[in-house]
């Protein structure tokens, strides 16, 4: 989960707040709602997470109950994962 | 990073976790004595401002006091009771902004359709009978039927319009029913009744924002808002005295033509400083929402313009119409989805603007402008996305970069202000003689 949670940050930072220490973005930290990710963003991250975790994501869990805080976005990820 | 996302660090809040979840929200309601008084005085000094300045007119002020006179009780009440004492001062508060058959009627509307959506019926049965029951509305609407007076419709309409899309949306994907309590909080909010241009406020969000942080810094957001909201529409007062006037004649040298097109643009003043009051008002009762509108004076792109103004909109159809319509279509290649659901997200956005003529005004607004206006803006935000993504993100530094940025906000805001003038004339006629009178008299 840990793991899932600092690709995710890694991948926010180098696409979206290149220079941003790490440190300043938190798990709980609002992507979409403090305008960290607009539309555009928000898909670029939906491929990361697709391509890097092999899950498929659909249209209503990019709403800001799923898809609006790293560990949210992390959560979903477990969630969709097949059990090993 | 801006500032709101790096001071926006709440609680852990899933579905997964709910007593977690309530645990952190009732902490984060935690009263001190110092900090209410702080605010106290604030929200005074606010209303002081609101007197002096005759703000908007009497309901308005009406509405403030019973909000801070509300803010008083509710920062004191038991956690258990603040969403329903906040939903009791909306139904209350409502009798004082409207007259009593129309608040009734508001409140038995929203009812009986809270009845509907959360009864046990399919779900799309319940969506059809909803969609009966706005359509027997809006006859209801267009005939002023019933014999119910023009305000009840506008409100019914600024409550229901956009937001009960956004509801039945959610309810689809939901884990568990509606309750009514976070369906009364969601529709009957008491600034709806004397906002009638409201925020499409995002249903999840403003349950997963709900007491997120430490309501002193919710509470002071709401307050920094308001002051925003309220220096806005002072401006907007300004600028409505100030602006050329409209008629052609009169714009007889090109200084008076640009006065009379920012001057037009700057209008929108109201709207902007309105819709921070609306959401400050909010945040006294423990709703953590975003900003409605970010430095849209500033967008240095259109596609920029289209992010920072008006955000509940655009996020609405992000929500709505972007994301569905990308997800549909993007396994036939990223761009041509990102393109077309661009193409429909302005679509949509011109139907609705009609669609939100109707029921506040009560007329279907079509006009050749109007629809120009959304079709020139759509086609180059899209042309600007499609630019946008193939250049990275890279800070910029030194006094060239800043320059360029400087140069293009001031082309984005002449861009705009043009575009914008061309929107406000009744007709394309009536546009271009305005423009050229100047020239040639």
């Given at each position: 989960?840990?793991?899932?949670?600092?690709?995710?940050?890694?991948?926010?930072?180098?696409?979206?707040?290149?220079?941003?220490?790490?440190?300043?973005?938190k798990d709980d930290t609002p992507l979409r709602t403090s305008?960290i990710?607009?539309?555009?963003?928000?898909?670029?991250?939906?491929?990361?997470?697709?391509?890097?975790?092999?899950?498929?994501?659909?249209?209503?869990?990019?709403g800001i109950e799923y898809f609006d805080r790293i560990e949210d976005?992390?959560?979903?990820?477990?969630?969709?994962?097949?059990?090993? | 990073?801006?500032?709101e996302a790096s001071t926006l660090t709440g609680s852990i809040e899933t579905k997964?976790r709910p007593?977690i979840v309530a645990d952190a929200r009732e902490r984060h309601a935690a009263?001190?004595?110092?900090?209410?008084?702080?605010?106290?005085?604030?929200?005074?000094?606010?209303?002081?401002?609101?007197?002096?300045?005759?703000?908007?007119?009497?309901?308005?002020?009406?509405?403030?006091?019973?909000?801070?006179?509300?803010?008083?009780?509710?920062?004191?009440?038991?956690f258990?009771?603040k969403e329903?004492?906040w939903?009791?001062?909306?139904?209350?508060?409502?009798?004082?902004?409207?007259?009593?058959?129309?608040?009734?009627?508001?409140?038995?509307?929203?009812?009986?359709?809270?009845?509907?959506?959360?009864?046990?019926?399919?779900?799309?049965?319940?969506?059809?009978?909803?969609?009966?029951?706005?359509?027997?509305?809006?006859?209801?609407?267009?005939?002023?039927?019933?014999?119910?007076?023009?305000?009840?419709?506008?409100?019914?309409?600024?409550?229901?319009?956009?937001?009960?899309?956004?509801?039945?949306?959610?309810?689809?994907?939901?884990?568990?029913?509606?309750?009514?309590?976070e369906?009364?909080a969601?529709?009957?909010?008491?600034?709806?009744?004397?906002?009638?241009?409201?925020?499409?406020m995002d249903y999840q969000t403003l349950r997963k924002t709900y007491y997120q942080r430490d309501i002193h810094r919710i509470v002071q957001q709401g307050?920094?808002?308001?002051?925003?909201?309220?220096?806005?529409?002072?401006?907007?007062?300004?600028?409505?005295?100030?602006?050329?006037?409209?008629?052609?004649?009169?714009?007889?040298?090109?200084?008076?033509?640009?006065?009379?097109?920012?001057?037009?643009?700057?209008?929108?003043?109201?709207?902007?400083?309105?819709?921070?009051?609306?959401v400050?008002?909010l945040h006294l009762f423990g709703y953590d929402l975003p900003e409605?509108?970010?430095?849209?004076?500033?967008?240095?792109?259109?596609?920029?313009?289209?992010?920072?103004?008006?955000?509940?909109?655009?996020?609405?159809?992000?929500?709505?119409?972007?994301?569905?319509?990308?997800?549909?279509?993007?396994?036939?290649?990223?761009?041509?989805?990102?393109?077309?659901?661009?193409?429909?997200?302005?679509?949509?956005?011109?139907?609705?603007?009609?669609?939100?003529?109707?029921?506040?005004?009560?007329?279907?607004?079509?006009?050749?402008?109007?629809?120009?206006?959304?079709?020139?803006?759509?086609?180059?935000?899209?042309?600007?996305?499609?630019?946008?993504?193939?250049?990275?993100?890279?800070?910029?530094?030194?006094?060239?970069?800043?320059?360029?940025?400087?140069?293009?906000?001031?082309?984005?805001?002449?861009?705009?202000?043009?575009?914008?003038?061309?929107?406000?004339?009744?007709?394309?006629?009536?546009?271009?003689?305005?423009?050229?009178?100047?020239?040639?008299?």
């Amino acid at each position: 989960m840990t793991d899932i949670r600092n690709a995710i940050r890694q991948f926010i930072i180098a696409e979206y707040l290149p220079g941003e220490s790490p440190d300043n973005l938190k798990d709980d930290t609002p992507l979409r709602t403090s305008g960290i990710l607009d539309s555009m963003s928000t898909l670029g991250l939906v491929s990361f997470v697709e391509e890097n975790y092999g899950v498929k994501l659909d249209a209503h869990e990019t709403g800001i109950e799923y898809f609006d805080r790293i560990e949210d976005i992390a959560a979903l990820v477990r969630r969709k994962q097949p059990a090993e | 990073m801006s500032v709101e996302a790096s001071t926006l660090t709440g609680s852990i809040e899933t579905k997964a976790r709910p007593g977690i979840v309530a645990d952190a929200r009732e902490r984060h309601a935690a009263c001190s004595l110092v900090g209410f008084a702080i605010t106290l005085v604030q929200l005074a000094a606010l209303m002081v401002v609101f007197r002096v300045f005759q703000l908007e007119d009497r309901r308005f002020r009406i509405l403030a006091a019973i909000c801070f006179a509300g803010f008083a009780v509710h920062y004191w009440l038991p956690f258990r009771y603040k969403e329903w004492f906040w939903i009791a001062l909306s139904l209350g508060g409502s009798y004082f902004l409207l007259d009593a058959l129309s608040a009734t009627m508001v409140i038995v509307i929203a009812v009986g359709l809270y009845g509907v959506i959360a009864s046990a019926l399919p779900y799309r049965t319940r969506i059809a009978i909803v969609i009966l029951i706005g359509l027997a509305l809006g006859y209801g609407r267009a005939t002023l039927g019933f014999g119910l007076p023009n305000g009840f419709w506008q409100v019914l309409g600024a409550i229901f319009m956009f937001r009960l899309s956004v509801y039945l949306y959610d309810l689809r994907h939901a884990k568990s029913a509606p309750t009514l309590r976070e369906y009364l909080a969601y529709f009957l909010v008491l600034p709806n009744y004397y906002f009638l241009l409201f925020p499409v406020m995002d249903y999840q969000t403003l349950r997963k924002t709900y007491y997120q942080r430490d309501i002193h810094r919710i509470v002071q957001q709401g307050i920094d808002w308001m002051l925003r909201g309220t220096v806005q529409l002072l401006l907007y007062r300004a600028v409505f005295h100030l602006k050329p006037s409209a008629a052609p004649d009169e714009i007889t040298s090109f200084g008076l033509l640009a006065g009379y097109m920012v001057g037009t643009y700057l209008l929108y003043l109201r709207v902007s400083g309105q819709f921070h009051i609306i959401v400050g008002l909010l945040h006294l009762f423990g709703y953590d929402l975003p900003e409605t509108h970010r430095r849209y004076l500033l967008a240095r792109t259109l596609t920029d313009f289209w992010r920072r103004i008006n955000i509940y909109w655009k996020d609405y159809m992000v929500k709505m119409v972007y994301f569905p319509v990308y997800f549909k279509l993007r396994r036939s290649g990223e761009r041509r989805a990102q393109v077309i659901a661009t193409a429909l997200v302005f679509l949509a956005t011109w139907l609705l603007h009609s669609y939100q003529w109707f029921w506040l005004r009560g007329t279907w607004l079509f006009t050749w402008t109007d629809t120009l206006f959304w079709a020139i803006l759509g086609g180059l935000v899209i042309v600007n996305l499609l630019m946008e993504q193939k250049r990275r993100r890279v800070p910029r530094t030194g006094w060239r970069a800043q320059a360029v940025v400087a140069l293009q906000t001031a082309g984005t805001f002449c861009l705009i202000v043009v575009l914008w003038s061309f929107w406000n004339a009744p007709t394309v006629g009536t546009w271009v003689e305005l423009v050229t009178f100047w020239r040639v008299g």
